[in-house]
């Protein structure tokens, strides 16, 4: 069946602007998660959804990130205002269950963000 | 949240079994402890996930201590696309995952 999917795979935006970046999750999983890995900081995770709900954003770096899910499905994680610093590839991850992270993560291909 | 310390880096030969160790002092009652690789260009995949004592799936074993502040994933008979980074974890349940900076095996012909 169909994997996690991510949209765009690739993004070059000058620095100022707002990105949007899309995930669709495994059809049937209940828990979305966002990622973002670079070279400077590794692999850290930004936010979870189960469901529509966000009951942990604790990763989020600042205000200018903010992320939602309608549905039940498909997340956006939109980025206000770039700054060179958000550089990096953004993954997203779903999962079956709402037992966290003891059920397993499938991951998408990521979009590279590049901020000019 | 318990922290993991993993090797940077290993070499092998294909053919051979691979052993990576992960240390995880403090890891708590409720965690578990779960391996990831990740192949360049591509989001982390799922390995093996383990409590105690060893668990075998057609990919790897893992191999865990009676006191569990260590675990060790193995890898039979590495071929060149066994190449990645491995990513040692200890969850809960929490929803993240935390990585570290995980353990790049390259694979030699």
């Known amino acids: 069946g169909a994997g996690v999917s991510q949209s765009p795979s690739n993004k070059v935006t000058e620095k100022g602007k707002d990105v949007e970046l899309r995930c669709d999750p495994i059809?049937?999983?209940?828990?979305l998660y966002w990622y973002r890995q670079s070279l400077g900081q590794g692999l850290e995770f930004l936010i979870y959804f189960q469901g529509n709900s966000a009951p942990d954003k604790s990763g989020l770096p600042s205000d200018r990130f903010s992320a939602e899910r309608t549905g039940g499905s498909v997340s956006t994680l939109t980025i206000q205002r770039t700054q060179q610093e958000d550089s990096a590839v953004y993954l997203c991850?779903?999962?079956?269950?709402?037992?966290?992270?003891?059920?397993?993560?499938?991951f998408g291909p990521g979009t590279r963000l590049l901020v000019l | 949240l318990a922290k993991t310390t993993q090797p940077i880096s290993m070499d092998s030969y294909e053919g051979q079994e691979v052993n990576i160790t992960c240390s995880h002092n403090?890891?708590?009652?409720?965690?578990?402890i779960t391996w990831y690789q990740q192949f360049p260009s591509q989001g982390p995949r799922f390995i093996i996930q383990g409590y105690k004592t060893k668990v075998t799936n057609e990919v790897a074993s893992l191999f865990i201590p009676a006191d569990r502040k260590s675990s060790t994933l193995s890898l039979p008979r590495v071929s060149l696309s066994d190449t990645a980074v491995y990513y040692c974890?200890?969850?809960?349940?929490?929803?993240?995952?935390?990585f570290g900076q995980g353990t790049t095996l390259q694979v030699k012909p």
């Open positions: 403090n890891i708590a009652t409720n965690d578990y």
């Open positions: 991850a779903s999962s079956l269950a709402s037992s966290g992270s003891l059920e397993t993560q499938y």
């Open positions: 974890l200890v969850n809960s349940n929490t929803g993240k995952l935390i």
């Open positions: 059809s049937g999983h209940t828990a």
